[in-house]
């Protein structure tokens, strides 16, 4: 079982940063698939970008890339999303999703085992 732990949440005005930490613990194994996900009021939730550490082959949203960067640090078992130039449109919740044993992501839900609790990323205009 993995257990996933986010942290990094915030307000902040828009063209600011912020960045995100998802630390996995428990069987995660040599590879591990981490994605980033974010649901904001009244929509559904949506894939914003993910990472196969194994590789560090990356993916983003194309609404988010060039502006956020999703990277690891396989010795703490931490993915980290930086978030530059937000806008007020990447308000929502944020959560983290893992798949152990896993060499690349899949973009579907459904696929990832693990889910974090979630950290609230407010981005006011």
């Known amino acids: 079982q993995v257990q996933l732990v986010e942290s990094g949440g915030g307000s902040v005005q828009a063209g600011g940063s912020l960045r995100l930490s998802c630390a996995a613990s428990g069987s995660t194994g040599s590879s591990i698939c981490i994605s980033w996900f974010r649901q904001a009021p009244g929509k559904e939730r949506e894939g914003v970008a993910s990472?196969?550490?194994?590789?560090?082959?990356?993916n983003y949203a194309h609404s988010v890339e060039g502006r956020f960067t999703i990277s690891q640090d396989n010795a703490k078992k931490t993915a980290y999303l930086q978030m530059n130039s937000l806008r007020s449109n990447d308000t929502g919740m944020y959560y983290c999703a893992a798949r152990a044993f896993a060499t690349w992501c899949d973009t579907r839900e459904s696929w990832f085992f693990n889910w974090g609790q979630g950290t609230q990323v407010t981005v006011s205009s």
């Open positions: 990472i196969a550490t194994a590789y560090g082959t990356t």
